[in-house]
């Protein structure tokens, strides 16, 4: 039997510290959580995860820093099936980290640190791997490593889908002509057409290179999504489910989408399909399995 497919996943990993907590109050505060738990964050490294769960196999590409919490983030993700021979510990750097803080609602208020030291050399990437992918999927927070991965990953014809999670204008119009799936987050989206609406940045994104789908994920509201060629936007609604952890929900649509292209998936399945493990990581604040999403697909 064939192996599943592979996706890499270039990008973010952070150490999560999630504390439930009954109200975010204003400041100052000092607030007794919950609950606290501690583990991999990012929107790669979560796509990376998500695509084991959903019976793929997944690479993840990036840094860390060679500090208390590299070394975890890398036993994580490897306990979690991901391949981590490509998540390189940077000497004196420092590893993300994030502080998330979900109330009952499943709403959530992040402190993130970006991490230092990390540098933007992508030299040392394995890009020969990239041929024995079925899709790269990229996060915008290491650009160099976005733009080498996503050089080889054209020239081997392997398709690139892009987190375009919230950034500085700059990086994403630089790195959307450059992947083959632009899928936005809405803040991402308004990031890279600043005063525009959601159609209109989705026109551009489809008009700024060989880009084949551009789409923004709106959370309860589905995904709003356009071909190439299309002329006018298609929605795919969001399953309903009650959410009580939304973290994270945004990363896992992006995994499940990257292994939906590299199973050869087309976009609408592949957009209700992914939509339906983002569902179900909102609901559970878990990532879900094939099974699960596969039944709720089926309704
Ligand atoms: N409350 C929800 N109910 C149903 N589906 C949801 C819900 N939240 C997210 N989803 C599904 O997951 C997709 C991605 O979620 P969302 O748009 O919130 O991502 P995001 O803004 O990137 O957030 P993050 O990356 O922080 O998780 C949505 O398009 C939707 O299909
Ligand atoms: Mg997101």
Known sequence: ????????????????????????????????????????????????????????????????????????????????????????????????????????????????????????????????????????????????????????????????VLDGERSETRILVDLVPRVDHAIFSVPGLANFLPGRGPEEGLRQALASGPVKVAAVTQGEKGVLWMAAGDDKPTRTPAFDVLATNTTGAGDVFHGAYALAVAEGMDTPRAMRFAAAAGALRARDGATPTRAMVEEMMAG
Request: with cysteine; aromatic share 4%.
């Open 1 to 160: 039997m064939a192996s599943p497919p592979l996706v890499i996943c270039l990008g973010n990993v952070v150490a999560d510290h999630t504390f439930r907590v009954e109200d975010v109050p204003a400041p100052p505060a000092k607030i007794a959580a919950r609950s606290y738990s501690i583990g991999p964050g990012g929107m790669a490294a979560n796509a990376a995860i998500a695509a084991v769960r959903l019976g793929g196999r997944a690479a993840f590409w990036g840094r860390v820093g060679d500090d208390m919490n590299g070394e975890p983030l890398a036993a994580a993700l490897e306990a979690e099936g991901v391949d981590v021979t490509g998540l390189r510990r940077v000497p004196g750097g420092r590893t993300p980290v994030g502080a998330v803080l979900v109330d009952p609602r499943g709403e959530r208020t992040i402190v993130s640190f970006r991490g230092s030291g990390l540098g933007t050399d992508a030299a040392w990437l394995p890009l020969e791997r990239i041929r024995q992918a079925g899709a790269l999927c990229c996060d915008p927070r290491w650009p160099e490593g976005v733009a080498a991965a996503a050089a080889a990953a054209r020239e081997a014809g392997v398709p690139v």
